[in-house]
């Protein structure tokens, strides 16, 4: 059957309106945790999430981001802006990941933003050549817009979120509150939340978790102390 002119108009229109998805099903090995995950093809780089079943308020959400070590940084912009969201930057520092949680009032360093909070949990660490940083974040998927109004992650459709990169190294990589340099690489990706929301997710959490003990270790080598 031949489709009419106008009826592939129309859903041409409605897949740029509202965004194809950009993300496929990847299941962690490491963790077990089945993710929504966008790679960029020209660094390598994947940035992954996984939600709960549950999606009102303010949510908790599981993230992981996995690329080249030698970046000097990577980062993930929650309103798929680079200003008044939730930034989440990470950088390797010898075999650790650096997480830093930061927010932007327009086209300069962010600041650091203290309305969010990571979990650190196993699957993250340097191996060979590759970052992997997962965490459950706390904060991610609800903030403030510019004029104070709250906003959250948006599950009608693909969710238009966005990357930033650079190959230049943070100023002091063991300081998560480091200063670092502008961007080399600038994206966005649409999301598939509804696929990436599970049952699973409380226990792929507490599967996850990094003992307390192991933690301060890590703690204390992430300062390099
Ligand atoms: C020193 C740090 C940074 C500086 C000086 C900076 C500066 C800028 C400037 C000047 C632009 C507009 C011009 C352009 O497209 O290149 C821009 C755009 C953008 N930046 Fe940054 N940036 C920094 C860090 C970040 C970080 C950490 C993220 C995300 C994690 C980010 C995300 C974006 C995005 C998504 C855009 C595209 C425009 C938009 O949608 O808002 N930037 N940045």
């Given at each position: 059957m031949r489709w009419p002119k106008v009826i592939l108009a129309a859903i041409s229109l409605?897949?740029?309106?509202?965004?194809?998805?950009?993300?496929?099903?990847?299941?962690d090995s490491e963790t077990?945790?089945?993710?929504?995950?966008?790679t960029d093809a020209d660094t390598q780089v994947s940035w992954r999430v996984a939600l709960p079943e549950k999606t009102?308020?303010?949510?908790?959400?599981?993230?992981?981001?996995?690329?080249?070590?030698?970046?000097g940084?990577?980062?993930?912009?929650?309103?798929?802006?680079?200003?008044?969201?939730?930034?989440?930057?990470v950088w390797a520092n010898g075999k650790t990941v650096v997480h830093s949680s930061r927010i932007a009032y327009g086209f300069y360093t962010p600041s650091v933003y203290n309305e969010t909070t990571y979990q650190v949990l196993k699957g993250t660490g340097v191996?060979?050549?590759?970052?992997k940083f997962t965490a459950l974040c706390k904060g991610c998927t609800t903030w403030k817009d510019f004029d104070g109004n709250t906003q959250t992650l948006d599950l009608t459709q693909p969710a238009r979120l966005a990357y930033a990169l650079s190959h230049e190294v943070v100023?002091?990589?063991?300081?998560?509150?480091?200063?670092?340099?502008?961007?080399?690489?600038?994206?966005?990706?649409?999301?598939?939340?509804?696929?990436s929301k599970s049952a699973d997710f409380s226990s792929w959490v507490s599967k996850n978790t990094i003992p307390a003990s192991n933690e301060s270790f890590h703690f204390r080598n992430r300062r390099g102390a």
């Open positions: 409605f897949g740029s309106v509202f965004g194809q998805s950009d993300t496929v099903g990847y299941t077990g945790i089945k993710f929504q995950s966008f009102e308020g303010d949510y908790d959400a599981l993230i992981q981001i996995e690329g080249p070590a030698n970046l940084w990577i980062g993930w912009a929650w309103a798929g802006t680079m200003a008044y969201n939730p930034l989440t930057i191996t060979g050549d590759t970052l100023e002091s990589p063991s300081n998560s509150s480091s200063n670092f340099n502008i961007h080399d690489n600038v994206g966005h990706w649409n999301a598939d939340l509804v696929a």
